[in-house]
């Protein structure tokens, strides 16, 4: 089929075969028709609204060994840190005050806070009625239910890739089954769930990219992240080319068409590739931003990959700049909790 029949049925019915797919990410000649088609889906089915997300990134301690990640175990060059508990909440507290609906607790995968510990901290940050998303990565389904329990709303949890190959080789001592199992338990213990890939790891193809996609629609999933893989030279990947800007808004894109009712994030790394690659993330089907609100020194301290946007930058400042870009494009900053489907806050 021609490039623009596979856009319209894109657009008009969500769903596309693999082949298609990878005939979208081949052909770069109909990128702009792709890109305005995933802005009028994510205009109709979730509006102008843009939802901001306090990122805390309270503790880069890691147990894994990720190829492609800064904060792998093996790298001895990180400094790690732990905030405490109530410095934790103490930030959530902040954001609140710029007016953050939703904080998103992130750290390296670590037993480094004990269960009560984290119970306590969302508990406390939920009492400020906040909605809670977590990225703490692989655990067992009674921690996760706890965590639910306490308050958390939504996981987020990328498959980082589909290819059970290249799963393997990126991912020592970790195995592609026991992460569908903990997207399959966060999904039935109704938290709402996200997951994403990373575009552009080594020996993926545009067939790989295709099936993440569906994978994303198969587990429905409530928020897709997706962002380059940028290579960091304290890890194995060091001399991969990683991927490009383009290659990744084109899967955000088409992500959009195939999950309309989806939160879409307009990623860091987009922006680390791109000096104004959230804001045309957000013109090509992209909802939401998560500014960082982690302060001082620890900004610098969670570093995934080379050249991450807003280091030196102040939680507030952040906060303006962004803002000030979203009205800029005549979008608006959501003061609602930007569930999907306008579900309510719970627990
Ligand atoms: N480049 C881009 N993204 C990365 N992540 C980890 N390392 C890198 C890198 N080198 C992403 C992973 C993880 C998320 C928190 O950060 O996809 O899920
Ligand atoms: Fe750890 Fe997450 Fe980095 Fe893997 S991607 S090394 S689990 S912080
Ligand atoms: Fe941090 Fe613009 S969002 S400086």
Do not use: W
């Not at 552009?200 to 999933?221: H, R, S, V, W, Y």
């Not at 893989?229 to 194995?236: G, H, L, V, Y």
């Amino acid at each position: 089929a021609k490039i623009v029949d596979i856009i319209n049925k894109a657009e008009t019915t969500h769903s596309l075969t693999k082949e298609e797919i990878v005939d979208l990410l081949r052909c770069n000649e109909y990128d702009q028709q792709l890109f305005l088609a995933a802005d009028r889906v994510r205009s109709q089915y979730v509006g102008d609204q843009v939802h901001l997300r306090g990122l805390i990134e309270f503790s880069n301690v890691c147990q894994q060994n990720c190829f492609y990640c800064g904060l792998r175990k093996e790298n001895t060059k990180v400094k790690r840190y732990r905030l405490s508990p109530d410095t934790i909440v103490d930030l959530a507290g902040k954001a609140k005050s710029y007016n953050y609906k939703t904080v998103v607790l992130q750290s390296g995968e670590s037993q480094s806070y004990t269960v009560t510990e984290m119970q306590y901290i969302i508990s406390s940050i939920k009492a400020l009625g906040l909605a809670i998303t977590l990225s703490l990565g692989e655990k067992n389904r009674d921690e996760y239910q706890i965590y639910r329990e306490a308050g958390a709303d939504r996981y987020l949890l990328r498959i980082e890739t589909t290819n059970p190959q290249i799963y393997k080789e990126l991912h020592p001592g970790m195995s592609f089954e026991n992460r569908v199992r903990c997207l399959l338990d966060l999904k039935e213990l109704g938290y709402e769930l996200g997951t994403g890939c990373l575009v552009g790891l080594p020996n993926q193809t545009m067939e790989c990219l295709a099936d993440d996609i569906l994978f994303f629609k198969t587990l429905d999933a409530d928020m897709i992240g997706l962002g380059p893989f940028i290579p960091n030279a304290d890890t194995p990947l060091a001399q991969e080319k990683g991927g490009t800007f383009t290659t990744s808004i084109k899967v955000m894109a088409i992500t959009r068409l195939l999950l309309p009712e989806a939160n879409i994030p307009a990623t860091t790394a987009m922006e680390t590739l791109n000096k104004n690659g959230r804001i045309i993330a957000l013109q090509s089907g992209a909802n939401v931003v998560m500014p960082n609100v982690t302060e001082g020194e620890y900004r610098k301290m969670y570093m995934l990959y080379p050249g991450k946007i807003c280091v030196n930058d102040t939680p507030k400042h952040c906060i303006g700049c962004i803002t000030g870009k979203i009205q800029g494009i005549g979008r608006h900053v959501s003061t609602e909790f930007g569930f999907r489907k306008s579900k309510k806050l719970t627990n």
